[in-house]
């Protein structure tokens, strides 16, 4: 009853994206139960972790086509995923036959680059193998409107942007609403098991990817910039400097969480750790002189418009 999952180009995001579905299915294997750990969160209604076997659920991939160009990449693969091979799931590493990875799935994954993806699209019986499946593109600026160029007008497909995260499971990933058709439930629940397994996912308009690029995609390296400045502030004033960075990341990871948790307003938490005359209102005083607010907001304003430029480069 389970679905085939094809990778076409699994480089890095292809690995974190299969590893994670696969990790998803490994802990819930009768073997595991027992010593498997619980996620520190539970996700949104409706993006938990897949909890039935594949075989039994239509919404689950029971065989994975993982389709490179090179020996190397499938030797490395190989190796990769070599700590799957209890989970249940037929694993297939396919050397240079895209054509096949693609007529054998219910369901294709594109995770090349994005200069590759025409070619690639383009490869003799590579468009009617994709008739009235689900193409899924993690492509960076290539648009539904481009990619529905190059496919069957049957191809139902869909874009999705997931973040660096994603390679330890705590992603942010941002799916394009889907068109109405008679199979959009089981879609949409497949694409939610897909990217819940590494993190979090949440369905928007494809009009939204560019400030999403900025926030869950850029964001990583701003919050490194802040994590970084927390750290080098802790330095200045006599802490070692791994112990700086450990502090400053173990509390924007909790804080992180807290706002996930209880869906408490930022606001709310920083206020409630400000008491009056305190060392942390003199701090944050401090941010406020240096515009700190402001100037975040406008770095992502600035990195939305950069995304929106790139996308209509890619155009050309």
């Known amino acids: 009853m389970g679905y085939s999952l094809c990778i076409l180009g699994c480089g890095t995001m292809g690995v974190a994206v299969s590893a994670g579905v696969l990790a998803s299915l490994q802990s819930q294997s009768p073997l595991r139960s027992l010593n498997s750990a619980s996620k520190w969160e539970s996700h949104t209604p409706g993006t938990s972790t897949p909890v039935n076997r594949p075989e039994l659920d239509p919404t689950l991939p029971s065989r994975f086509l993982i389709c490179v160009r090179r020996d190397e990449s499938a030797r490395k693969l190989t190796q990769t995923f070599a700590e799957f091979s209890d989970v249940g799931p037929a694993i297939d590493i396919l050397i240079g036959e895209n054509l096949t990875g693609v007529a054998e799935a219910d369901v294709v994954l594109l995770c090349c680059k994005p200069q590759q993806a025409q070619s690639i699209l383009s490869e003799p019986g590579i468009v009617d193998a994709l008739k009235g499946k689900l193409l899924i593109s993690i492509l960076a600026?290539?648009?539904?409107?481009?990619?529905?160029?190059?496919?069957?007008?049957?191809?139902?497909?869909?874009r999705a942007m997931p973040n660096t995260p994603c390679k330890i499971r705590e992603g942010m990933t941002v799916v394009s609403t889907l068109p109405d058709n008679r199979s959009a439930d089981l879609d949409r629940s497949i694409i939610l098991k897909i990217f819940s397994s590494i993190g979090r996912c949440r369905f928007l308009e494809e009009k939204h990817f560019d400030a999403c690029t900025a926030v869950s995609g850029s964001g990583p390296a701003f919050a490194c910039i802040f994590l970084e400045a927390i750290a080098d502030g802790g330095v200045m004033m006599g802490l070692p400097r791994a112990e700086a960075l450990e502090l400053a990341a173990q509390t924007l990871q909790g804080t992180a969480r807290m706002a996930l948790q209880s869906n408490a307003h930022p606001a709310q938490i920083k206020d409630a750790v400000t008491t009056p005359g305190g060392c942390t209102i003199a701090g944050l005083l401090a941010l406020e002189d240096g515009k700190v607010r402001s100037t975040i907001a406008r770095a992502i304003q600035v990195a939305t418009e950069r995304a929106s430029e790139l996308g209509q480069q890619s155009k050309k």
């Open 141 to 158: 600026g290539v648009t539904i409107s481009q990619l529905s160029a190059w496919v069957h007008p049957d191809t139902k497909v869909i």
